[in-house]
């Protein structure tokens, strides 16, 4: 994703868009192009734009520095006040120097003259502060719903005034979608030995064509033959965290929800529950044998699903 892309765009939506309709519009788009569901070329580009996006708008933090700063609100200092940052770019555009939004590769030394400006306009200097604690950081990071039920580690490359940074990030067992992970000392650096400051990461948990999430809990289709609703079976649930077996009761309907405690993501006190919602499949084709069974029951049973 290019510097000049516009993240509402990307997803389709309004700058006054709620975290509602952003959230519907990034689940909508991901389920469309999702690689494991759209074969077409493009879509894992695409996919991945739009993961980026919704990382930014989905984080109010973030949203807010975005709408103030443009594409480089990531530069940013956590502290700078919007209006004079403003100000300063014009500063800069009226000396016949390009601005950080106008230019995608900014080197150091003119990122630091930017800075420089800014300072004397806010009528303060940085080598008159001594030591200046380091600012805290803001970023999303998306992750499939595996890695959020399992945890690990990650690498994530995060740009800065002096280039960019790889970092390794701790991501724990059964993180949910949209918490906050604190990363002490993994912000900005401080100046003349001050320490660093936190990065916080925004997490977004990317949609999965074969689960829903809820919180903690996790709900899964459970295909029956309609033998199996009638009569009972045990049969297995493919989760996050493995296949387990479940029992189906006789006489089991469609959209049934039926639960396995525990099976959901794991949290630092209990972990969310496996939901599987039935759907009872018929058979496109049917042999004659079979055929010949339903016509028998059919003739036998005076069960009418349509009766009140």
Known sequence: MSDSTDYYEVLGVDRTATSDEIKRAYRKLARTHHPDINKDPSAEARFKEIGQANEVLSDPGLRARYDAFGADF???PDDVDPEEWANAQRM?????????????????????????DLLREQGRTARGWGPIPGADQRAGITLSLEDAFHGGRRSLTMAGPTGERTIQVKIPAGV????TIRLPGQGARGSEGAPPGDLFLHVTIEPDPRFRLDGRDIETDLPLAPWEAVLGATVPVGGPGGTTKIKVSPGTSTGKRLRIRGQGLPGPATAGDLYARVQIVVPEQSSPDDRRLYEELAELSDFDPRSG
């Open 74 to 76: 990531r530069h940013v």
């Open 92 to 116: 800069r555009d009226q000396g016949g120097r390009p601005s950080p939004g106008q230019q995608q590769n900014v080197d150091d030394a003119a990122f630091q003259d930017f800075f420089e």
């Open 176 to 179: 949910t979608d949209g918490q």
